[in-house]
Protein backbone atom coordinates (compact mmCIF):
# COMPACT_ATOMS: atom_id res chain seq x y z
CA UNK A 1 0.00 0.00 0.00
CA UNK A 2 3.05 2.12 1.06
CA UNK A 3 6.41 1.97 1.14
CA UNK A 4 8.87 1.27 4.45
CA UNK A 5 9.71 4.77 4.46
CA UNK A 6 6.51 6.41 4.14
CA UNK A 7 5.13 3.73 7.02
CA UNK A 8 8.25 4.91 9.21
CA UNK A 9 6.95 8.75 8.30
CA UNK A 10 3.41 7.45 9.63
CA UNK A 11 4.56 6.01 12.83
CA UNK A 12 6.64 9.17 13.81
CA UNK A 13 3.43 11.54 12.73
CA UNK A 14 0.94 9.66 14.44
CA UNK A 15 3.59 10.06 17.61
CA UNK A 16 3.86 13.40 17.28
CA UNK A 17 0.26 14.23 16.93
CA UNK A 18 -0.47 11.49 19.99
CA UNK A 19 -3.13 10.08 17.24
CA UNK A 20 -4.85 6.94 18.39
CA UNK A 21 -6.05 6.30 15.33
CA UNK A 22 -4.91 6.40 11.72
CA UNK A 23 -7.87 6.33 8.87
CA UNK A 24 -6.62 5.32 5.16
CA UNK A 25 -8.63 6.76 2.48
CA UNK A 26 -8.75 3.63 0.64
CA UNK A 27 -9.70 -0.21 0.62
CA UNK A 28 -6.71 -2.37 2.89
CA UNK A 29 -6.84 -6.20 3.02
CA UNK A 30 -6.71 -7.87 6.55
CA UNK A 31 -3.02 -8.56 5.96
CA UNK A 32 -1.93 -4.44 4.94
CA UNK A 33 -4.15 -3.15 8.08
CA UNK A 34 -2.64 -6.26 10.79
CA UNK A 35 1.33 -4.93 9.44
CA UNK A 36 0.36 -1.21 9.21
CA UNK A 37 -1.02 -1.37 13.17
CA UNK A 38 2.18 -3.19 14.16
CA UNK A 39 4.36 -1.09 12.44
CA UNK A 40 2.76 2.24 13.54
CA UNK A 41 1.36 1.07 17.15
CA UNK A 42 -1.88 3.01 16.63
CA UNK A 43 -5.20 1.44 15.43
CA UNK A 44 -5.34 1.51 11.93
CA UNK A 45 -9.46 1.41 9.85
CA UNK A 46 -9.84 2.30 6.33
CA UNK A 47 -12.58 4.16 4.56
CA UNK A 48 -14.85 0.81 4.51
CA UNK A 49 -14.57 0.11 7.75
CA UNK A 50 -15.12 4.01 8.64
CA UNK A 51 -18.50 4.24 6.68
CA UNK A 52 -19.80 0.40 8.25
CA UNK A 53 -19.37 2.18 11.50
CA UNK A 54 -21.00 4.99 10.85
CA UNK A 55 -24.39 2.78 8.98
CA UNK A 56 -24.05 0.87 12.08
CA UNK A 57 -24.42 3.63 14.23
CA UNK A 58 -27.37 5.26 12.19
CA UNK A 59 -29.16 2.36 11.45
CA UNK A 60 -32.89 2.05 13.73
CA UNK A 61 -35.25 0.03 11.65
CA UNK A 62 -34.82 -3.87 11.30
CA UNK A 63 -34.02 -3.80 7.39
CA UNK A 64 -31.80 -1.01 8.26
CA UNK A 65 -29.96 -3.20 11.05
CA UNK A 66 -29.54 -6.08 8.47
CA UNK A 67 -28.75 -4.75 5.57
CA UNK A 68 -25.43 -3.37 7.73
CA UNK A 69 -24.85 -6.33 9.01
CA UNK A 70 -24.78 -7.89 5.46
CA UNK A 71 -22.08 -5.67 4.44
CA UNK A 72 -20.19 -6.10 7.31
CA UNK A 73 -19.92 -9.83 6.55
CA UNK A 74 -18.97 -9.50 3.53
CA UNK A 75 -16.78 -6.78 4.08
CA UNK A 76 -14.75 -9.06 6.69
CA UNK A 77 -15.36 -12.77 3.92
CA UNK A 78 -12.31 -12.24 2.10
CA UNK A 79 -10.52 -10.84 5.45
CA UNK A 80 -10.63 -13.60 7.23
CA UNK A 81 -6.75 -14.80 6.77
CA UNK A 82 -4.28 -12.35 7.82
CA UNK A 83 -7.08 -10.13 9.43
CA UNK A 84 -6.63 -11.53 13.16
CA UNK A 85 -7.27 -9.33 16.27
CA UNK A 86 -8.23 -6.37 13.99
CA UNK A 87 -11.95 -7.47 13.22
CA UNK A 88 -12.36 -6.20 16.97
CA UNK A 89 -12.25 -2.83 15.68
CA UNK A 90 -15.84 -3.32 14.55
CA UNK A 91 -17.26 -3.42 18.73
CA UNK A 92 -19.90 -5.57 19.72
CA UNK A 93 -23.80 -6.01 18.24
CA UNK A 94 -25.35 -5.65 15.53
CA UNK A 95 -26.95 -1.99 15.09
CA UNK A 96 -24.24 -0.55 17.32
CA UNK A 97 -20.61 -1.31 15.99
CA UNK A 98 -20.42 -4.67 14.32
CA UNK A 99 -20.34 -7.80 14.30
CA UNK A 100 -18.84 -8.22 17.44
CA UNK A 101 -15.53 -9.91 19.46
CA UNK A 102 -17.17 -13.40 19.06
CA UNK A 103 -17.21 -13.25 15.70
CA UNK A 104 -13.71 -13.60 15.47
CA UNK A 105 -13.89 -17.62 15.15
CA UNK A 106 -16.88 -17.42 13.30
CA UNK A 107 -15.47 -19.53 10.20
CA UNK A 108 -16.54 -19.10 6.14
CA UNK A 109 -19.16 -21.61 6.52
CA UNK A 110 -21.12 -19.60 9.59
CA UNK A 111 -20.48 -16.17 8.01
CA UNK A 112 -21.59 -17.70 4.36
CA UNK A 113 -24.73 -19.31 6.40
CA UNK A 114 -25.67 -15.89 8.17
CA UNK A 115 -25.28 -14.19 5.09
CA UNK A 116 -28.00 -16.68 3.51
CA UNK A 117 -30.50 -15.64 6.11
CA UNK A 118 -30.44 -12.51 6.17
CA UNK A 119 -30.88 -12.04 2.36
CA UNK A 120 -33.71 -14.34 2.89
CA UNK A 121 -35.38 -11.91 5.56
CA UNK A 122 -34.52 -9.22 3.25
CA UNK A 123 -36.16 -10.69 0.32
CA UNK A 124 -39.47 -11.73 2.57
CA UNK A 125 -38.96 -7.18 3.57
CA UNK A 126 -38.39 -6.68 -0.50
CA UNK A 127 -41.83 -8.52 -1.15
CA UNK A 128 -43.68 -6.89 1.79
CA UNK A 129 -42.57 -3.56 0.38
CA UNK A 130 -43.34 -4.88 -3.42
CA UNK A 131 -47.11 -5.49 -1.84
CA UNK A 132 -46.77 -1.73 -0.32
CA UNK A 133 -45.67 -0.10 -4.00
CA UNK A 134 -48.30 -2.20 -5.86
CA UNK A 135 -50.97 -0.49 -3.90
CA UNK A 136 -49.80 2.80 -4.80
CA UNK A 137 -49.54 1.80 -8.48
CA UNK A 138 -53.19 0.99 -7.96
CA UNK A 139 -54.53 3.47 -6.44
CA UNK A 140 -52.71 6.07 -9.13
CA UNK A 141 -50.56 8.12 -6.29
CA UNK A 142 -47.16 9.13 -8.16
CA UNK A 143 -44.06 8.66 -6.33
CA UNK A 144 -41.64 11.58 -5.90
CA UNK A 145 -37.87 10.57 -4.51
CA UNK A 146 -35.52 12.40 -3.12
CA UNK A 147 -31.79 11.35 -3.82
CA UNK A 148 -28.17 12.71 -3.45
CA UNK A 149 -25.02 13.17 -1.73
CA UNK A 150 -24.92 12.73 2.10
CA UNK A 151 -25.67 15.76 3.97
CA UNK A 152 -27.13 17.49 1.47
CA UNK A 153 -30.30 18.26 3.21
CA UNK A 154 -32.73 16.06 1.81
CA UNK A 155 -34.76 15.43 5.28
CA UNK A 156 -34.60 18.99 5.82
CA UNK A 157 -36.33 19.42 2.67
CA UNK A 158 -38.96 16.96 2.92
CA UNK A 159 -39.90 18.31 6.93
CA UNK A 160 -40.30 21.77 5.10
CA UNK A 161 -42.52 20.36 2.53
CA UNK A 162 -44.73 18.17 5.41
CA UNK A 163 -44.64 21.68 7.14
CA UNK A 164 -45.77 23.44 4.06
CA UNK A 165 -49.00 21.06 3.85
CA UNK A 166 -49.90 20.79 7.45
CA UNK A 167 -48.42 17.47 8.31
CA UNK A 168 -45.49 18.65 10.77
CA UNK A 169 -46.56 15.88 12.93
CA UNK A 170 -44.89 13.31 10.38
CA UNK A 171 -41.36 14.83 10.40
CA UNK A 172 -38.55 12.55 9.92
CA UNK A 173 -35.15 12.80 11.55
CA UNK A 174 -33.44 15.52 10.39
CA UNK A 175 -29.45 16.21 11.67
CA UNK A 176 -26.43 17.86 10.16
CA UNK A 177 -24.07 14.66 9.69
CA UNK A 178 -23.08 12.42 7.36
CA UNK A 179 -25.87 8.99 6.64
CA UNK A 180 -28.44 11.01 9.05
CA UNK A 181 -31.21 8.53 6.97
CA UNK A 182 -30.84 4.86 6.15
CA UNK A 183 -34.24 3.98 6.05
CA UNK A 184 -36.62 4.41 3.50
CA UNK A 185 -38.73 7.14 4.94
CA UNK A 186 -42.23 7.67 3.15
CA UNK A 187 -44.88 10.51 3.45
CA UNK A 188 -48.05 11.01 2.27
CA UNK A 189 -48.29 14.71 0.72
CA UNK A 190 -51.83 16.45 0.06
CA UNK A 191 -51.36 19.73 -2.31
CA UNK A 192 -54.45 22.78 -1.69
CA UNK A 193 -56.19 21.77 -4.65
CA UNK A 194 -56.91 18.21 -3.24
CA UNK A 195 -53.82 16.31 -5.34
CA UNK A 196 -51.92 13.77 -3.69
CA UNK A 197 -48.24 12.17 -4.08
CA UNK A 198 -45.60 10.53 -1.91
CA UNK A 199 -42.09 11.91 -0.69
CA UNK A 200 -39.75 9.22 -0.35
CA UNK A 201 -36.32 10.01 1.83
CA UNK A 202 -33.17 7.70 0.74
CA UNK A 203 -30.07 7.26 1.60
CA UNK A 204 -27.29 9.74 1.03
CA UNK A 205 -24.39 9.15 -1.66
CA UNK A 206 -20.73 9.34 -1.28
CA UNK A 207 -17.95 8.88 -3.40
CA UNK A 208 -16.31 5.75 -3.63
CA UNK A 209 -18.75 4.16 -1.91
CA UNK A 210 -18.09 0.24 -1.33
CA UNK A 211 -19.78 -2.09 -3.31
CA UNK A 212 -20.57 -4.62 -0.92
CA UNK A 213 -22.98 -1.62 0.86
CA UNK A 214 -24.33 -0.42 -2.93
CA UNK A 215 -25.64 -4.65 -3.30
CA UNK A 216 -27.02 -4.13 0.45
CA UNK A 217 -28.52 -0.92 -0.26
CA UNK A 218 -30.09 -1.82 -3.33
CA UNK A 219 -33.33 -3.51 -2.19
CA UNK A 220 -33.67 -0.15 -0.35
CA UNK A 221 -32.84 2.00 -3.38
CA UNK A 222 -34.57 0.18 -5.45
CA UNK A 223 -37.56 2.64 -4.61
CA UNK A 224 -35.56 5.44 -6.19
CA UNK A 225 -36.12 2.96 -9.48
CA UNK A 226 -40.05 3.14 -9.49
CA UNK A 227 -40.40 6.73 -8.42
CA UNK A 228 -42.38 9.22 -10.96
CA UNK A 229 -40.01 11.83 -10.31
CA UNK A 230 -36.32 12.53 -8.56
CA UNK A 231 -34.87 15.67 -6.65
CA UNK A 232 -31.85 15.38 -6.92
CA UNK A 233 -30.60 17.89 -3.87
CA UNK A 234 -27.47 19.72 -3.92
CA UNK A 235 -25.25 21.23 -1.07
CA UNK A 236 -25.19 24.48 -3.08
CA UNK A 237 -22.60 26.03 -0.08
CA UNK A 238 -20.33 23.06 -0.96
CA UNK A 239 -17.38 24.73 -2.97
CA UNK A 240 -16.91 21.34 -5.21
CA UNK A 241 -20.52 20.43 -5.55
CA UNK A 242 -19.86 19.59 -9.10
CA UNK A 243 -18.13 16.08 -7.77
CA UNK A 244 -21.40 15.03 -5.84
CA UNK A 245 -23.40 15.87 -8.64
CA UNK A 246 -20.99 13.33 -10.84
CA UNK A 247 -21.19 10.55 -7.76
CA UNK A 248 -24.86 10.67 -7.67
CA UNK A 249 -25.20 10.69 -11.27
CA UNK A 250 -23.47 7.55 -11.79
CA UNK A 251 -24.92 5.35 -8.91
CA UNK A 252 -28.16 6.54 -10.20
CA UNK A 253 -27.39 4.82 -13.90
CA UNK A 254 -25.62 2.00 -11.85
CA UNK A 255 -29.33 1.55 -10.31
CA UNK A 256 -31.24 1.78 -13.31
CA UNK A 257 -32.82 4.89 -12.99
CA UNK A 258 -30.43 7.62 -14.82
CA UNK A 259 -32.57 8.58 -17.48
CA UNK A 260 -35.56 9.68 -14.82
CA UNK A 261 -37.65 12.53 -15.10
CA UNK A 262 -35.75 14.76 -12.58
CA UNK A 263 -35.59 18.32 -10.70
CA UNK A 264 -32.30 19.55 -9.71
CA UNK A 265 -32.78 21.66 -6.52
CA UNK A 266 -29.75 23.41 -4.82
CA UNK A 267 -29.88 23.65 -1.26
CA UNK A 268 -28.67 25.56 1.04
CA UNK A 269 -28.94 28.87 -0.79
CA UNK A 270 -29.13 31.35 2.23
CA UNK A 271 -25.17 30.04 2.92
CA UNK A 272 -22.00 31.58 0.78
CA UNK A 273 -21.76 29.88 -2.16
CA UNK A 274 -20.54 30.45 -5.61
CA UNK A 275 -22.72 30.91 -8.86
CA UNK A 276 -24.56 28.06 -10.00
CA UNK A 277 -24.10 26.38 -13.13
CA UNK A 278 -27.81 25.27 -14.01
CA UNK A 279 -28.02 21.76 -16.01
CA UNK A 280 -29.26 22.43 -19.62
CA UNK A 281 -32.66 20.73 -20.47
CA UNK A 282 -33.38 20.34 -16.54
CA UNK A 283 -35.95 22.03 -14.38
CA UNK A 284 -33.56 23.53 -11.61
CA UNK A 285 -34.52 25.49 -8.63
CA UNK A 286 -32.35 27.06 -5.97
CA UNK A 287 -33.75 27.27 -2.31
CA UNK A 288 -33.34 27.06 1.36
CA UNK A 289 -35.35 24.49 3.43
CA UNK A 290 -33.79 26.02 6.48
CA UNK A 291 -34.97 29.31 5.63
CA UNK A 292 -38.10 28.31 3.25
CA UNK A 293 -36.63 30.46 0.24
CA UNK A 294 -37.50 28.64 -3.13
CA UNK A 295 -40.12 26.75 -1.39
CA UNK A 296 -43.07 27.52 -3.04
CA UNK A 297 -40.95 27.50 -6.25
CA UNK A 298 -40.76 23.75 -5.72
CA UNK A 299 -43.76 22.84 -4.69
CA UNK A 300 -45.30 24.28 -8.20
CA UNK A 301 -42.57 22.60 -10.08
CA UNK A 302 -43.83 19.13 -8.70
CA UNK A 303 -47.02 19.75 -9.42
CA UNK A 304 -46.51 21.07 -13.10
CA UNK A 305 -44.43 17.74 -13.44
CA UNK A 306 -46.55 15.35 -11.89
CA UNK A 307 -49.90 16.44 -12.67
CA UNK A 308 -49.47 18.89 -15.89
CA UNK A 309 -50.80 16.06 -18.26
CA UNK A 310 -53.85 15.78 -16.07
CA UNK A 311 -57.27 16.83 -17.45
CA UNK A 312 -60.70 16.60 -15.39
CA UNK A 313 -63.55 15.00 -17.06
CA UNK A 314 -67.20 14.63 -16.93
CA UNK A 315 -68.48 11.06 -17.89
CA UNK A 316 -71.81 10.18 -18.88
CA UNK A 317 -72.00 6.28 -18.19
CA UNK A 318 -75.34 4.35 -19.18
CA UNK A 319 -77.44 2.24 -16.50
CA UNK A 320 -76.37 -0.57 -19.08
CA UNK A 321 -72.75 -0.21 -18.55
CA UNK A 322 -72.31 -0.13 -14.61
CA UNK A 323 -68.97 -2.52 -15.15
CA UNK A 324 -67.76 1.03 -16.13
CA UNK A 325 -68.25 2.98 -12.93
CA UNK A 326 -67.25 -0.35 -10.82
CA UNK A 327 -63.57 -0.10 -12.90
CA UNK A 328 -63.72 3.64 -12.27
CA UNK A 329 -64.25 2.65 -8.31
CA UNK A 330 -61.33 -0.02 -7.95
CA UNK A 331 -59.00 2.17 -9.55
CA UNK A 332 -59.71 4.64 -7.08
CA UNK A 333 -58.95 2.36 -4.49
Known amino acids: MIGKGKVEELAQMAQAMEADLIIFNDELSGMQLRNLEEATGVRVIDRTILILDIFAARATSREGKLQVELAQLKYRLPRLTGFGRSLSRLGGGIGTRGPGEKKLETDRRHIERRMYDIREELRQLKSTRGTQRARRQKSSVPVVALVGYTNAGKSAIMNRI ?17 FATLDVQQRGVDLQNGRRFVLIDTVGFVSKLPHSLIEAFKATLEEVVYA ?16 HIAVTERVMKEL ?28 NIELSARTGQGMNQLLKAIEDKLFSGRIKAKLLIPFSRGEIASYRSEERR
Do not use: W
Not at 266 to 281: A, R, S, T, V
Open 228 to 243: DLLLHVVDASYENHDF
Open 162 to 178: LAMTGREEKNVFEEDML
Open 256 to 283: GAGGKDKIMVFNKCDLPHEQIIMEPGTE
